[in-house]
């Protein structure tokens, strides 16, 4: 690890106060730090269709820090803007503002050379293990491909490389000169995680990792995933809908909502106290495996608006139940709430958050109790 | 034709409460392939009375699918149903003729699939799609149909089902199609709905939508569900008995408490201790370790036995279908208490197999 930082060139303009990376955790400077990224896709209209006459706001000013061997796991629902994000980050796609910093040092203006070098350290596995693996290419080509890139010419060593590898994510060692296809879903996968991890990168976004893979297999690869990060103390964003997964893996959670956090805190503090309207929502709506808690759920009403018109106001207003129950506040339509502290660290963007916990504990009492003599 | 006629009539008044809808004895659905005989589907039985709903619970290539696909007639080639016998409240549609089954489907039997975008047609309406199937089996002419079709739009809990009506389906959002598809498949009010992994694609939010109006469906038409999907929370949530398959088999059978409470196969505990839930904190997950068996390569006797930590040399013996407490039974070799069975964990292959046939249940 140490020989990789001394690679990077010293003369940063933040080099000065914060060092790369053991020292820089001690510093407290966080392995990644966005700062209002924004990224709107443009629609293109008019006779020509070249005009602009709206935008898709996809990520719209998301800011928060991922330290050092930590998990932070990033839920929403389809559309909100998750994987756009997880993109962006990785530079996959451009931003349009805002910036990110890896270790300090802005990565969205850096040129092709020194990208390449901080590419190394963010790497990525995507959802679905059938469509991200190439199916002309051999494991050990698929997996030592980045190695090949960044200056492994070596067959042989970089074969050495692949096994270990390979053995080190639960694969026989004697698969590499097989093709995908001769995989199950849960081995794709645990190919994708071996060719993420083939440069020894420190950060990994996992984009909806075990999602496409069946209950069996799943847990599997959650254990692979926190294996891999005690052993190589990597740092995870996981990405996923999955609320239970997030809650296991994840040490800290942000909420997504239209393109916006709208709550982060601690795993713990989040799951048993949430405090945005919309988090006590997609909370209650996970179907319990437990047929005796079959509760009548808090059920919002719609869908996700779109992105390219986004609600006034607070974007959750339209579906919120917490809006209701406190008979419609102006203030919801016409004030974007900020991502204010709620006390202990916890973040929450509402009007009302101070109230969320005790409005959803009534909620709940009342429908249960319509629930129970209309039984 | 009969098939038709009968369960609508029965349904008006005669249909007991309790009484079977669908019963399934012995299915056996096979693959002919170049390498061999795929056997997705060996020797399932299960019963499913009017009003309730049956959850199938299993993973991907474990034969559920083929089976609801087996039930509808729709299997693709080389797909058969070789044995075994599906009646609807006494009408075998393992014999029926295709233009009896064409009656059958969606008048009787309606199917939802998991991607509802592969089965609405992208060039008509949505409102055409589900006139179309309210004149085809209710005859109605088509302002009727159409009136009749903005109406199940309206009862799936669409927001303005007259306009949404004359939207093409790249116009909605995925919950929106689901529940199009839902108002379609209802539309011919069937005795029997089967939904294959329903909800699987949907957000939470949207998934707690759907099933609560499935829930709505079933108390107000009486409709029978057979639901098929891989999450044990939805099954918890909606099941009343619960069917657990695994390689083409039913590994084991119970009312739904009886499963999450006291799981008697290894797979079955394996399942739902292999999940994460709300609310529990845990360091590593419980794993079924190995993957699904290769459906040309099974293992003799047991199929599970080279995932399941019980394994005994008895095993490759093929394990008796036991009642292991009322009204659960369970295909292993175990006793109820998880002992190794009387005839002793490594018995000979003849006296295993005595055992096996006294031990089993009846079919």
């Known amino acids: ?375 | 034709m009969s098939g038709h006629v009968r369960v609508k009539d029965l349904r008006a008044g005669a249909l007991k409460e309790g009484a079977n809808l669908l019963s399934v004895q012995d299915l056996r659905t096979y693959f002919p392939t170049q390498d061999g005989v795929v056997k997705a589907v060996d020797g399932v039985s299960f019963e499913i009375e009017a009003g309730r709903t049956l959850g199938i619970v299993g993973e991907s290539g474990c034969g559920k699918s083929i089976t609801a696909l087996s039930i509808m007639r729709l299997l693709e080639k080389p797909g058969r149903i070789v044995a075994g016998s599906i009646s609807l409240d006494g009408f075998d549609l393992v014999k029926a003729e295709e233009s009896e089954m064409r009656q059958i489907r969606g008048n009787d039997i309606s199917m939802i699939f998991q991607e509802p975008m592969t089965s609405l047609n992208p060039v008509y309406t949505c409102g055409d799609q589900i006139a179309e199937a309210v004149s085809l089996h209710e005859g109605k002419g088509h302002r009727s149909a159409w009136e009749h079709a903005v109406k199940m739009l309206h009862d799936v809990g669409i927001p303005d089902p007259a306009r949404r009506a004359t939207q093409y389906p790249h116009e909605l959002s995925g919950g929106m199609r689901q529940r199009v598809m839902i108002a379609m498949a209802l539309s011919t009010d069937p005795a029997l709905l089967i939904a294959d992994e329903p909800t699987t694609a949907l957000d939470v939010t949207i998934q707690a939508q759907i099933l609560e109006l499935m829930k709505g469906l079933r108390e107000q038409n009486k409709m029978a569900i057979m639901l098929i999907t891989h999450d044990l929370g939805v099954i918890a949530e909606m099941a009343h008995e619960v069917v657990v398959m695994y390689a083409g088999k039913v590994v084991e059978r119970s009312d739904v408490n009886t499963i999450f409470d006291h799981p008697h196969h290894p797979y079955t505990r394996g399942l739902l201790s292999s999940i994460p839930r709300l609310g529990e904190k845990r360091k590593r997950l419980e794993v079924i370790k190995g993957v699904v068996p290769n459906p040309l390569n099974l293992p003799k006797g047991c199929l599970f036995q080279r995932r399941c930590p019980y394994a005994m040399p008895i095993c490759s013996t093929p394990p008796p279908f036991q009642e292991v407490a009322p009204g659960q039974v369970s295909l292993c070799w175990l006793t109820p208490d998880f002992k190794p069975p009387a005839v002793g964990a490594d018995a000979p292959a003849q006296i295993a197999e005595e055992a096996a046939a006294a031990l089993s249940v009846a079919k």
């Open chain 1, 1 to 375: 690890m140490t020989e990789q930082f001394a690679a990077v060139p010293a003369a940063t303009p933040t080099s000065g106060t914060v060092a790369m990376g053991q020292v820089a955790t001690q510093t407290g400077e966080p392995l990644l730090r966005l700062d209002n990224v924004v990224k709107y896709f443009e629609i293109r209209g008019g006779l020509l269709g070249i005009a602009h006459v709206g935008d898709v706001r996809a990520v719209d000013g998301v800011s928060f820090e991922v330290r050092k061997g930590e998990t932070l796991g990033l839920v929403g629902e389809s559309g909100c803007g998750k994987t756009t994000l997880g993109k962006v980050i990785l530079r996959l796609t451009p931003a349009t503002s805002g910036e990110v910093y890896v270790k300090g040092r802005p990565i969205f203006k850096m040129g092709d050379r020194e990208m390449k070098e901080v590419r190394k350290d963010l790497q990525v596995v995507f959802q679905d293990p059938y469509a991200s693996l190439n199916p002309r290419m051999t494991v050990g080509e698929l997996v030592g491909e980045g190695l090949y890139v960044h200056g492994m010419k070596n067959k042989n060593e970089r074969d050495e490389r692949v096994r270990e590898l390979l053995a080190r994510v639960g694969l026989n060692q004697s698969h590499i000169h097989r093709y995908p296809h001769e995989f199950s879903g849960g081995q794709r996968q645990r190919i994708g995680i071996a060719r993420a991890l083939a440069l020894d990168p420190e950060f990994v976004v996992l984009d909806e990792p075990v999602s496409a893979l069946d209950v069996s297999i799943q847990s599997q690869v959650l254990n692979l995933l926190n294996d891999l990060q005690d052993q190589l103390g990597l740092t995870y964003l996981f990405i996923a809908h999955n609320l239970a997964v997030v809650e296991y893996i994840s040490d800290r959670v942000a909420v997504m909502y239209l393109g916006k956090i709208v709550e982060m805190a601690d795993v713990n503090v989040l799951y048993a106290t949430p405090r945005h309207p919309y988090t006590v929502a997609l909370l209650s709506a996970v179907p319990e495996p437990d047929p005796r808690r079959r509760k009548k759920r808090l059920i919002l009403k719609g869908d996700v608006p779109s992105p390219a018109k986004p609600p006034s106001g607070c974007r959750f207003h339209t579906r919120c139940w917490l809006r209701e129950r406190l008979g419609n506040p102006e203030v919801c339509t016409t004030d974007d709430p900020p991502l204010r502290d709620v006390g202990g660290g916890q973040l929450a963007a509402c009007h009302f958050a101070e109230q969320v916990t005790a409005q959803a504990a009534a909620d709940s009492a009342d429908r249960q109790s319509v629930f129970e003599s209309g039984e």
